[in-house]
């Protein structure tokens, strides 16, 4: 089992910066990507960016240029981040980690919310 726990939600406004994070515990030896996702009211959830073991990335096209995807190498890559810049309150909704376990399929965090005002 892996636990992800996400923080750094909070309201900003537009234009504005916010850094989320996700700690992994547990059996994490098999998780080979991780990645943040979001979903706001009556819209499906949807991928915001993805990065893999050997560090390769993948963003969503409206987030390219502002949001950086990053994890801690020196704590056996169990810290995931994503640094956000230059929000629009088009970015408010609650933002969820997952990771992708090779054995047992995906995990997700609890989720924060991410409100950025106009």
């Known amino acids: 089992q892996v636990q992800l726990v996400e923080s750094g939600g909070g309201l900003v406004q537009a234009g504005g910066s916010l850094r989320l994070s996700c700690v992994a515990s547990?059996?994490?030896?098999?998780?080979?990507?991780m990645g943040w996702y979001r979903q706001s009211p009556g819209k499906q959830r949807e991928l915001v960016a993805s990065i893999s073991n050997d560090d390769s990335t993948l963003y969503a096209d409206s987030v390219k240029g502002r949001f950086t995807i990053s994890r801690d190498n020196a704590n056996a890559k169990n810290t995931m981040y994503l640094q956000m810049n230059n929000l629009k309150p088009g970015d408010t909704a609650i933002y969820y980690c997952?990771?992708?376990?090779?054995?047992?399929?995906?995990?997700w965090g609890q989720g924060t919310q991410v409100t950025v005002s106009s």
């Open positions: 547990g059996s994490t030896l098999s998780i080979n990507a």
């Open positions: 997952n990771a992708d376990d090779i054995r047992y399929g995906e995990y």
